[in-house]
């Protein structure tokens, strides 16, 4: 099944990369690709961000 890994969460300071299924994500997905006219047969998505570990970690260096 092309959804069984939705995508990805991938932290822009430590590299941490978490996967994650969103039903509603793989909703719209299909829904898009419908309304354009394409049969999906593959896709990739990429969140980029800080993960909460390195955000604790930044706000305790913002307090010292």
Do not use: W
């Not at 959804?3 to 969103?22: A, H, I, M, W």
């Not at 509603?24 to 990429?46: C, F, M, P, W």
């Not at 961000?49 to 706000?59: A, T, V, W």
């Amino acid at each position: 099944d092309m959804y069984k890994s939705q995508g990805d969460l991938v932290c822009v300071r430590c590299g941490n990369v978490e996967e994650f299924v969103d039903p509603e994500i793989e909703r719209a997905q299909r829904q898009v690709a419908a309304r354009k006219g394409y049969e999906l047969t593959d896709h990739s998505l990429v969140l980029y961000g800080i993960c909460g570990d390195c955000r604790k970690k930044e706000q305790k260096n913002d307090e010292i």
